[in-house]
C-alpha cells in the first residue's frame, strides 16, 4: 500500500528523540512524537531512537504500548531502531539483563553493548547498500553519494540474521589506513519486510540518507 506524505511517529520515553524528528524533517517528513497508544496507533511509521534498551523496554510495559507496538509489527508496521532500538526489534538477544525483554520482529540474534562502553565510541563511514549510491539530502552541495557517516554509541551488532534478513551494512574489514579492524564482517544494518535496523545513530552525524530509506518503506517504496 502507498502512503501519500506519511506521519512518522519517534517513541519518546527516552533517548534521542529531537535528533530523529530534526532528519525525518530533512528528507520531508512528517515527525511526531509517540508517548500513548492513541498516538502509536495513529502514526504510518514509528521510530525506536538509541538509549537504554533495559529502560525503553520497561517503560513501554509501564506506558502499556508494547503489546500494541507488537500487534502493529505484525500487522505490517514500518518501524527503524537505532541502536538501542535494534535490540528491541531483535527476536533474540545476548548479554541482557536478566528480565529485559524485546518486542521482537526481526529473526536475528543482536549482542548487547558489542563494541564496549561508552569511552569506546567511535565515527567511522560505512558502505550502506541501496543508500550508498544515493546523493544525501541534508548535505546541500556537499556529499553527493558514497558511505554513510556512522556513529557508534555503546553500539550492539548482529550476531546471527535468518534467512529472510536481508544485510545492508557490516563493519569493514581494513580502516582507512589499511589496519584489520578488530569486529570485521559484523552486521551493523539490516531489514526484514517492513523493519530497519541499524547499530549506530546516523540522526546524530548530519548524513539524512538512512531516513531517507524509511521514508521511503513508510511510503510503500
Not at 500500500?1 to 532528519?23: C, F, K, W, Y
Not at 558514497?146 to 569493514?172: C, D, K
Amino acid at each position: 500500500m502507498v502512503v501519500s506524505n506519511p506521519t512518522i511517529g519517534v517513541l519518546a520515553l527516552q533517548g534521542d528523540v529531537r535528533e530523529h524528528l530534526a532528519a525525518l524533517e530533512t528528507v520531508g517528513a512528517r515527525g511526531v512524537t509517540v508517548r500513548r497508544p492513541a498516538e502509536l496507533a495513529a502514526v504510518d511509521g514509528l521510530v525506536l531512537p538509541g538509549g537504554e534498551s533495559t529502560t525503553i523496554d520497561k517503560l513501554l510495559r509501564i506506558f502499556e504500548l508494547r503489546d500494541l507496538l507488537q500487534a502493529r509489527i505484525k500487522e505490517g508496521l514500518p518501524v527503524y531502531g537505532s541502536c538501542a532500538g535494534m535490540i528491541l526489534l531483535a527476536d533474540r538477544i545476548l548479554d541482557g539483563t536478566a528480565d529485559q525483554q524485546t518486542v521482537g520482529g526481526m529473526d536475528v540474534v543482536v549482542r548487547r553493548n558489542a563494541f564496549g562502553r561508552q569511552v569506546d565510541s567511535f565515527e567511522t563511514d560505512l558502505e550502506f547498500a541501496g543508500i550508498s549510491d544515493v546523493d544525501d539530502p541534508s548535505a546541500g552541495s556537499g556529499r553527493r553519494g558514497g558511505p554513510v557517516r556512522t556513529a557508534f554509541i555503546r553500539a550492539p551488532w548482529i550476531e546471527e540474521a535468518g534467512s529472510e534478513v536481508e544485510v545492508l551494512s557490516r563493519i569493514p574489514a581494513v580502516d582507512t589506513q589499511g589496519r584489520p579492524v578488530a569486529a570485521a564482517g559484523r552486521i551493523v544494518a539490516a531489514r526484514q519486510g517492513s523493519l530497519l535496523a541499524t547499530a549506530f545513530h546516523p540522526e546524530i552525524t548530519g548524513d539524512a540518507r538512512v531516513h531517507g530509506l524509511f521514508v521511503s518503506m513508510v511510503a510503500g517504496g
